[in-house]
């Protein structure tokens, strides 16, 4: 099992929250399944940057972005070089550490 870190999140997450998840499962997925609200506009499509997300540790796990993945980021608000779409991030073995950062370009938010 792989432990995600998810630090506090005003709105998603106050009290930041650690899983542990089977390898091979995005890291949006692990999050929406242990109640972790991360948007996710396009349905997981790779289409937005709603669940753009901070690798603060583990980052150099993950398999690279594809370019399509590093296109879309150059348009995420609060952009950091350990960014990614964590409906594109696959869980590895190593622990990781995330941030959820205060905002998304999205303007009108649903809930999914």
């Not at 999140?9 to 399944?33: F, N, R, S, W």
């Not at 399509?68 to 696959?90: H, I, M, T």
Request: proline share 4%.
């Amino acid at each position: 099992m792989t432990k995600l870190t998810f630090l506090p999140h005003e709105e998603i997450c106050p009290e930041g929250k650690v899983i542990e998840v089977e390898p091979g499962i995005t890291i949006c997925d692990a999050a929406l399944a242990a109640d972790i609200e991360i948007e996710h506009a396009c349905e997981k499509a790779c289409a937005c940057t709603t669940c753009h997300i901070i690798v603060t540790e583990g980052f150099d796990s993950l398999e690279e972005a594809t370019e399509e993945e590093e296109d879309l980021l150059d348009k995420a608000w609060g952009l950091e070089p350990e960014s990614r779409l964590s409906c594109q991030a696959v869980v590895a073995d190593e622990d990781l550490v995330l941030e959820i950062p205060k905002y998304t370009i999205n303007q009108v938010s649903e809930n999914h």
